[in-house]
């Protein structure tokens, strides 16, 4: 069932949610396997998805947990397009509107699509 409760224990899921997805979609697993590996449980994987759950949890409550620079790690990747980024999206709100209702969900999906557009637009595609 869909939550309306926005804590970091639902961001997690969110995030868990979204990376299981990803790592079984054929255009994007491969970039995360090629920095993160290939096995959520790892020690890599795990420290990644608790900074996306700062992260998101910085964004959507201004929490403050996450003080990092979410670009910069996308400018070293070779071969990110266009697609790559509908992909991203598609994921990202699938998964999304399996954990939240929909007046949450739409805080997510809007900071998404402007956070991939500046992305794009960063990197001239
Ligand atoms: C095709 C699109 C994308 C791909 C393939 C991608 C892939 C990745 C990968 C592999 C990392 C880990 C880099 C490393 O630690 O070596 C990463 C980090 C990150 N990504 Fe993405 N990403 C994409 C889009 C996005 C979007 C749209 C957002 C935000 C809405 C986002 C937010 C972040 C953040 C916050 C980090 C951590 C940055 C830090 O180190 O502080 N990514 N991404």
Redesign the pocket.
């Known amino acids: 069932m869909q939550t309306k409760q926005l804590d970091k224990q639902n961001i997690n899921k969110l995030v868990i949610t979204f990376y299981t997805r990803?790592l079984k979609n054929e255009k994007?697993a491969p970039?995360?396997i090629?920095?993160?590996g290939p096995d959520m449980k790892s020690q890599?994987w795990q420290t990644?998805m608790d900074?996306?759950t700062d992260?998101w949890t910085t964004?959507i409550t201004g929490s403050g947990d996450?003080r990092?620079?979410?670009?910069?790690?996308?400018a070293?990747?070779s071969g990110?397009?266009r697609e790559?980024?509908e992909?991203?999206?598609k994921l990202?709100f699938e998964s999304v509107d399996k954990i939240f209702t929909e007046d949450i969900a739409i805080k997510f999906k809007e900071?998404?699509s402007?956070?991939?557009s500046n992305?794009m637009r960063n990197l001239g595609i």
């Open positions: 990803v994007l970039f995360f090629e920095h993160l890599t990644h900074l996306l992260f964004l996450y990092g620079f979410p670009f910069p790690p996308h070293q990747m990110l397009d790559a980024f992909t991203w999206i990202f900071k998404s402007i956070i991939a992305f």
